[in-house]
């Protein structure tokens, strides 16, 4: 069963625009971790915003929030004011700590564009 | 301070050829995971190292071989390529805890990645 879903592709948005990357999870176990990572073209993987499942608030990076509602398993990222640098490949991903070690779980992605 | 660094950053090999990628952690670093990325996917696990030894493992067949070493560097060997090896392979590294202490964010910190190609 998949536990990461990105729902969304691709999404398209004007520069200076806001704009939300959908991201739901499953998992039975009570303590885990919930990342955003940004993948240009260059391919590195760049750690944006984390979100612990015992966190109270809602993570917040600069111009990143992490909208989090536990209840419906959502951890959607926020982007204000997007520039043209935010063009590229956004992954949500979790990790699952289990006795052995920490994997992380990746979604397939959302590619974002960023217009001028 | 130096990221995590992985050579080579591109390679190409032929079918049934072994091959064998490289990662240094970053500073402080002592966990060394490595991830495949086909193309247009997200990264899926293949396995993690802590204290030298495969401590968790992805599906992925016995082909996939790794090992770390005392100064926490990593290796990710690959026999017998085959054509559907061709990806990115990310290591990345993170600082190991404990899970009954609360961990907070121990995000894992990637590498610019090896592209190999097998044809």
């Known amino acids: 069963a998949q536990k990461i879903t990105q729902t969304q592709p691709g999404m398209f948005v004007q520069e200076k625009e806001a704009v939300t990357l959908d991201c739901t999870y499953d998992?039975?176990?009570?303590?885990?971790?919930l990342f955003w990572y940004k993948q240009p073209s260059s391919g590195e993987m760049i750690f944006l915003i984390y979100?612990?499942?015992?966190?109270?608030q809602n993570a917040t990076e600069g111009r990143y929030s992490l909208n989090f509602q536990k209840a419906r398993k959502s951890a959607n990222l926020v982007i204000s004011a997007s520039q043209l640098g935010d063009s590229a490949m956004y992954f949500c991903?979790?990790?699952?700590?289990?006795?052995?070690?920490?994997?992380?779980?990746f979604g397939k992605g959302t590619t974002l564009s960023v217009s001028s | 301070d130096a990221g995590v660094t992985q050579s080579p950053t591109h390679l190409i090999k032929t079918r049934g050829q072994q091959v064998t990628l490289r990662c240094s952690p970053k500073?402080?670093?002592?966990?060394v995971s490595w991830y495949q990325q086909a193309l247009g996917q997200g990264p899926q696990f293949i396995f993690q190292?802590?204290?030298?030894?495969?401590?968790q493992r992805g599906n992925f067949p016995d082909r996939f071989s790794g090992h770390q070493f005392p100064n926490y560097s990593s290796e990710l060997n690959v026999n017998a390529l085959l054509l559907g090896d061709s990806a990115l392979y990310l290591c990345?590294?993170?600082?190991?805890?404990?899970?009954?202490?609360?961990?907070?964010?121990?995000?894992?910190?990637f590498g610019q990645g090896t592209r190999l190609t097998v044809v």
């Open positions: 990345a590294s993170s600082l190991h805890r404990d899970r009954g202490r609360h961990w907070g964010n121990t995000e894992a910190f």
């Open positions: 998992t039975s176990d009570p303590s885990y971790g």
């Open positions: 979100q612990g499942s015992y966190d109270q």
């Open positions: 991903a979790m990790r699952e700590v289990n006795q052995a070690g920490t994997a992380l779980i």
């Open positions: 500073s402080g670093h002592d966990t």
């Open positions: 190292y802590y204290e030298e030894e495969e401590r």
